[in-house]
């Protein structure tokens, strides 16, 4: 039997495409920041890079009835080349955005037209996410540019995200003084994954 695909299949494929790219895009940039020391950048790409994994399951998994099948499918995909970490931030934001604002909001309206109820909501649920991918990249790329990303105007709790170190203070630590590892694996304590920012800043006002 001839397998028709509909829109939303082509959509769900492009979908995949995307997301599998942008992980490998994050992995990539992962890797120039370690190489510049930016390990705290590192683990942000890396982090959002399994979310973009996350999301290509969920997408190809509602490819399910085109299982055995090729699925040719046009789209216009993003090449950021920048030597510089600002512009690869700068880059992600805007890649991000335009999932969020145009991309999936595109698509769960044809998916609506399609009768695909459970792509609509993902799609609509994703590009949510990939707003706030969005506002994360943005920020850090404000504190890097800023020369902020280890200074804050205000006494803040850093982290080190090698060894879970605490210090309080404007600036993180030149070097971390438990694991020694060195001042780009510090990252504000309320952005930190599983932590409450909440408890940090009222240990800052303590
Ligand atoms: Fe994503
Ligand atoms: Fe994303």
Same mark, same amino acid.
């Given at each position: 039997?001839?397998?028709?695909?509909?829109?939303?299949?082509?959509?769900?494929?492009?979908?995949? *495409?995307?997301?599998?790219?942008? =992980?490998?895009?994050?992995?990539?940039? $992962?890797?120039?920041?370690?190489?510049?020391?930016? %390990?705290?950048?590192?683990?942000?790409?890396? %982090?959002?890079? +399994?979310?973009?994994?996350?999301?290509? $399951?969920?997408? %190809?998994?509602?490819?399910?009835?085109?299982?055995?099948?090729?699925?040719?499918?046009?789209?216009?995909?993003?090449? @950021?080349?920048?030597?510089?970490?600002?512009?690869?931030?700068? *880059?992600?934001?805007?890649? &991000? =955005?335009? &999932?969020?604002?145009?991309?999936?909001?595109?698509?769960?309206?044809? $998916? @609506?037209?399609? /009768?695909?109820? =459970?792509? $609509?909501?993902?799609?609509?649920?994703?590009?949510?996410?990939?707003?706030?991918?969005?506002? =994360?990249?943005?920020?850090?790329?404000?504190?890097?540019? /800023? +020369? *902020?990303?280890?200074?804050?105007?205000?006494?803040?709790?850093?982290? #080190?995200?090698?060894? /879970?170190?605490?210090?309080?203070?404007?600036?993180?630590?030149?070097? #971390?003084?438990?694991?020694?590892?060195?001042? /780009?694996?510090?990252?504000?304590?309320?952005?930190?994954? %599983?932590?409450?920012?909440?408890?940090?800043?009222?240990?800052?006002?303590?």
């Amino acid at each position: 039997m001839i397998f028709t695909p509909t829109e939303t299949h082509l959509n769900l494929m492009r979908a995949f *495409a995307g997301e599998s790219q942008a =992980r490998n895009r994050y992995t990539i940039a $992962a890797k120039k920041a370690k190489e510049k020391n930016l %390990y705290v950048l590192e683990e942000v790409f890396l %982090y959002t890079a +399994d979310q973009e994994r996350a999301h290509a $399951a969920v997408f %190809y998994d509602l490819l399910q009835e085109a299982s055995g099948q090729t699925l040719t499918i046009d789209g216009g995909f993003p090449v @950021d080349i920048d030597p510089a970490m600002s512009g690869i931030l700068q *880059a992600a934001q805007r890649n &991000e =955005r335009a &999932e969020a604002n145009d991309v999936y909001p595109a698509f769960a309206a044809q $998916a @609506d037209r399609d /009768g695909n109820t =459970r792509a $609509a909501a993902v799609f609509r649920e994703i590009a949510k996410i990939e707003a706030v991918h969005a506002e =994360r990249f943005g920020q850090f790329e404000t504190w890097l540019s /800023g +020369d *902020a990303l280890f200074s804050n105007n205000a006494v803040c709790v850093w982290m #080190c995200q090698n060894c /879970g170190h605490l210090h309080t203070g404007t600036k993180a630590p030149n070097v #971390c003084p438990v694991c020694l590892h060195e001042q /780009g694996y510090f990252l504000r304590a309320e952005m930190a994954a %599983y932590t409450n920012g909440v408890t940090y800043r009222q240990q800052v006002m303590a």
